[in-house]
């Protein structure tokens, strides 16, 4: 199921004092019911990182976890930095993630549902907090 990340909206703080574990929340997701193949539902996601070392400049490096609920394992994704690279800065901003390609996965069915389970990972190895995309129907072509 491929992504893209089409939008980074960032904003760096000094003063801000925010934890350094990464936590994210969504701010919309459009559509929540597509049909199969066609539709991109866009997820936006806030986030904020208090020592600013969210995303990875190695292209082959993955910081975000998208788990379809109907899937048995999630589909990885890079992110590239949301702040320059060695510096200690708290960061906020948000992220738009473009997820194409969903598709019903039952060859009998008109229509499924599923919710997307999300997380990011800083280059410290801290996880974020997990958040989930309300219902999203998926209509057959």
């Known amino acids: 199921m491929p992504i893209f990340l089409i939008g980074l909206l960032g904003a760096c703080t000094v003063e801000n004092e ?21 539709d991109v539902i866009k997820v936006v996601l806030a986030y ?15 910081a975000l976890r998208v788990w379809d ?13 949301l702040a320059p690279p060695g510096e200690k800065i708290s960061i906020q901003g948000e992220l738009t993630v473009n997820l194409s390609g969903t598709f019903v996965l039952s060859s009998t069915a008109d229509q499924e549902t599923t919710r997307f389970r999300i997380k990011i990972k800083d280059r410290n190895g ?12 998926i209509n057959r072509e």
């Open 18 to 38: 925010l934890p350094n574990k990464p936590e994210i929340s969504i701010v919309s997701v459009h559509p929540t019911e597509i049909t199969e193949y066609q």
């Open 126 to 137: 801290n996880w974020s907090n997990e958040v989930i995309t309300p219902l999203i129907t």
């Open 69 to 81: 609920d109907r899937l048995s394992s999630p589909d990885w994704y890079h992110v590239q930095p």
């Open 48 to 62: 904020t990182d208090g020592d600013g070392n969210l995303g990875f400049s190695n292209p082959d490096s993955n």
